[in-house]
């Protein structure tokens, strides 16, 4: 985290670099400076290592679960679909041909779909 908060624009104020980030929503983002005593206004140019690493270690001990950040949402949510994939039920078969799984129609309804995983 500490590493994806220092890839930013160095202008960037504080907000919007956790905005930036993936499932942190301006109610987490408030909580996230109330607790923490960081200033959401304050470029994150002026903020220093160890408080970068405060903050970056703050949100990572946090927000686990159901209020994960954005690469472990993703590695939970994969997990969860190779686990349907191997069940090897109807809606992993749907699933493989990138049809729509929860009994959406298919002759109007899944143009979407069937055009997003047209590749695959």
Same mark, same amino acid.
């Given at each position: 985290?500490?590493?994806?908060?220092?890839?930013?624009?160095?202008?960037?104020?504080?907000?919007?670099?956790?905005?930036?980030?993936?499932?942190?929503?301006?109610? $987490?983002? !408030?909580? %996230? &400076?109330?607790?923490?005593?960081? +200033? =959401?206004?304050?470029?994150?140019? /002026?903020?220093?290592?160890? *408080?970068?690493?405060?903050?970056?270690?703050?949100?990572?001990?946090?927000?686990?679960?159901?209020?994960?950040?954005?690469?472990?949402?993703?590695?939970?949510?994969?997990?969860? $679909?190779? !686990?349907? %994939? &191997?069940?090897?039920?109807?809606? +992993? =078969?749907?699933?493989?041909?990138? /049809?729509?799984?929860?009994? *959406?129609?298919?002759?109007?309804?899944?143009?979407?779909?069937?055009?997003?995983?047209?590749?695959?």
């Amino acid at each position: 985290m500490i590493s994806h908060l220092k890839s930013f624009k160095k202008n960037k104020t504080l907000f919007n670099v956790l905005r930036d980030t993936k499932s942190i929503g301006p109610i $987490k983002i !408030k909580y %996230i &400076a109330k607790i923490t005593g960081l +200033s =959401l206004k304050t470029p994150i140019s /002026l903020f220093s290592e160890s *408080q970068l690493e405060h903050l970056s270690i703050w949100i990572e001990k946090n927000f686990t679960g159901s209020n994960c950040i954005h690469t472990e949402f993703l590695q939970i949510k994969s997990e969860e $679909k190779k !686990k349907i %994939i &191997a069940s090897k039920s109807l809606r +992993s =078969l749907r699933f493989k041909k990138g /049809l729509p799984v929860r009994g *959406q129609r298919t002759k109007t309804n899944a143009k979407t779909a069937k055009r997003l995983n047209k590749g695959s």
